[in-house]
């Protein structure tokens, strides 16, 4: 079945360094992938959407690779700020009418 | 501003009663998802819907889960008879299938099943 991993410990860094997480995927092979924000108590937000075709994508201090070879996501904040501390979710396309299957995401804290 | 809007965002019920949980879909959406979310299950999809017709809802239990689109402002998710097991926050999405692709959640409905 389809799986998807992301780190499960929380990942602590310093303000102003780039924070990297890692979303990796097996027995399937989407057409796209995106990587979702959620705080405490509020559903997630879309932050940035990269297709199959596409090696990398970026807006603003944000970073997405998708290597399909080795069914993996990089997503990279750069000059990362307290206020990027959240919980970032993979979800990959599951074919057709927008279905996703999400990873079960991994916290960040950026410690000023 | 456009945003997905649920009713109630917090419930606490006994097993065995009727839960149902509403959903305003952004206007103009015709694709509406229902999650749900627990920490050891993480973000589950139940049933979507589009054009208001139900295209899949495999991740439902069927025999105590229902969803519905009245119209097209209105989505529901019906537990009946309610569990323990059920407790976890439930949220509602929608989008349109073009660009990006994404998906709009609402704040969620915290459900308690004592």
């Known amino acids: 079945s389809q799986k998807i991993e992301q780190n499960s410990e929380a990942l602590n860094i310093q303000e102003g360094k780039t924070a990297t997480l890692t979303c990796n995927y097996t027995n399937y092979s989407p057409a796209y992938l995106q990587w979702y924000r959620q705080d405490p108590g509020r559903g997630p937000v879309f932050l940035l959407l990269i297709r199959e075709n596409e090696k990398e994508k970026r807006k603003e201090r944000l970073k997405v690779t998708f290597d399909t070879t080795l069914k993996q996501s990089l997503f990279h904040i750069t000059a990362s700020q307290p206020a990027d501390s959240a919980t970032y979710l993979c979800a990959l396309d599951r074919g057709g009418y927008n279905k996703l299957i999400f990873g079960a995401g991994t916290r960040l804290a950026v410690h000023p | 501003d456009a945003r997905v809007t649920q009713t109630p965002r917090h419930k606490v019920t006994e097993m065995g009663q009727e839960v149902t949980m509403r959903c305003q879909p952004i206007?103009?959406?015709?694709?509406v998802f229902w999650y749900r979310q627990t920490m050891m299950q993480g973000l589950e999809l139940l049933a979507y819907f589009r054009n208001r017709a139900p295209l899949d809802d495999s991740g439902m239990p069927k025999d105590r889960f229902s969803a519905e689109m009245p119209d097209a402002t209105l989505a529901t998710l019906k537990i009946q008879p309610s569990e323990p097991r059920d407790s976890a926050v439930y949220f509602c999405?929608?989008?349109?299938?073009?660009?990006?692709?994404?998906?709009?959640f609402g704040p969620g409905t915290r459900l308690t099943v004592l």
């Open positions: 999405a929608s989008g349109l299938p073009v660009g990006d692709n994404e998906q709009f």
């Open positions: 206007l103009g959406h015709n694709t």
